[in-house]
């Protein structure tokens, strides 16, 4: 494994922090100082120290949720070189990435771990763990388009099960109207879809809750940790 990620991955600073320390003769491997990141590790045998610390590789597991903005890719790297979701957790181990996606003007709750299995327990379709939306839709729907939406609705990817749908409010001038929404699928931009598919276009979408996790008041392009009580409660769904 290369040096810089063999620290990286052992959740002492980011890639990019790492490299910049190797350079400053701050990394010795087996008692020998460094200079060149990119150096090959082996991971069972060899000793490596960051600034007089010895480096464990990672054993510990991440779990931590994002309040996205609208603008960001969920994903690692944009080929066109859009903003992507990692530069807002890029003070955290280059191990972590994003557990599903939110569509690029989608904000709200996104999880990072670097846990496969829990990822995997997520993702899973058979585990329909439900996802909670705040949504503001063009015009006013009428109540047969929101029962359509409870029912499920035809969208390209096929038809969705039912959802859970609550009208929260119109605005004065009756340009728009909010609803929460909760799906316990995740087709590609379902709920931007199921709206469509009744003939209004969201304005703005935002997920609040994956299962009982809130996102409660976490500022917008914030990040936190997860408790032990929240990774639990999220293994156990
Ligand atoms: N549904 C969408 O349409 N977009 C998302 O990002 C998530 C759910």
Same mark, same amino acid.
């Given at each position: 494994?290369?040096?810089?990620?063999?620290?990286?991955?052992?959740?002492?600073?980011?890639?990019?922090? #790492?490299?910049?320390?190797?350079?400053?003769?701050?990394?010795? #491997?087996?008692?020998?100082?460094?200079?060149?990141?990119?150096?090959?590790?082996?991971?069972?045998?060899?000793?490596?120290?960051?600034?007089?610390?010895?480096?464990?590789?990672?054993?510990?597991? $991440? !779990? $931590?949720?994002?309040?996205?903005?609208?603008?960001?890719?969920?994903?690692?790297?944009?080929?066109?070189?859009?903003?992507?979701?990692?530069? $807002?957790?890029?003070?955290?181990?280059?191990?972590?990435?994003?557990?599903?996606?939110? *569509?690029?003007? @989608?904000?709200?709750?996104?999880?990072?771990?670097?846990?496969?299995?829990?990822?995997?327990? &997520?993702?899973?379709?058979?585990?329909?763990?439900?996802?909670? !939306?705040? @949504?503001? #839709?063009?015009?006013?729907?009428? *109540?047969?388009?929101?029962?359509?939406?409870?029912?499920?609705?035809?969208?390209?990817?096929?038809?969705?099960?039912?959802?859970?749908?609550?009208?929260?409010?119109t605005s004065r001038d009756g340009a728009s109207?909010?609803?929460?929404?909760?799906?316990?699928?995740?087709?590609?931009?379902? #709920?931007? &879809?199921?709206?469509?598919?009744?003939?209004?276009?969201?304005?703005?979408?935002?997920?609040?809750?994956?299962?009982?996790?809130?996102?409660?008041? $976490?500022?917008?392009?914030?990040?936190?940790?997860?408790?032990?009580?929240?990774? @639990?409660? &999220?293994?156990?769904?």
């Amino acid at each position: 494994m290369r040096l810089e990620k063999y620290i990286a991955t052992s959740g002492i600073a980011s890639r990019r922090a #790492v490299k910049k320390s190797i350079r400053a003769g701050l990394v010795t #491997v087996n008692g020998e100082t460094i200079l060149v990141p990119g150096y090959p590790i082996d991971v069972e045998t060899d000793t490596v120290v960051f600034d007089g610390q010895p480096v464990e590789p990672l054993t510990e597991h $991440l !779990y $931590l949720m994002l309040n996205k903005p609208p603008g960001y890719v969920t994903t690692r790297h944009d080929e066109r070189g859009r903003p992507t979701v990692m530069t $807002l957790v890029a003070d955290l181990p280059d191990s972590i990435y994003p557990v599903g996606r939110l *569509d690029l003007e @989608t904000e709200g709750m996104l999880l990072f771990t670097n846990d496969g299995d829990f990822a995997y327990r &997520l993702l899973h379709p058979s585990h329909e763990i439900e996802k909670t !939306y705040l @949504t503001w #839709v063009k015009g006013v729907p009428n *109540d047969t388009a929101v029962q359509r939406l409870r029912q499920g609705v035809t969208i390209p990817s096929g038809k969705t099960a039912p959802a859970r749908v609550k009208r929260l409010k119109t605005s004065r001038d009756g340009a728009s109207t909010q609803f929460e929404m909760v799906i316990h699928e995740g087709k590609k931009r379902q #709920v931007r &879809l199921m709206f469509k598919a009744v003939g209004h276009r969201v304005i703005r979408l935002k997920r609040t809750q994956i299962g009982n996790l809130r996102l409660g008041d $976490l500022p917008q392009g914030q990040h936190r940790f997860l408790t032990e009580s929240e990774i @639990t409660a &999220l293994m156990a769904l």
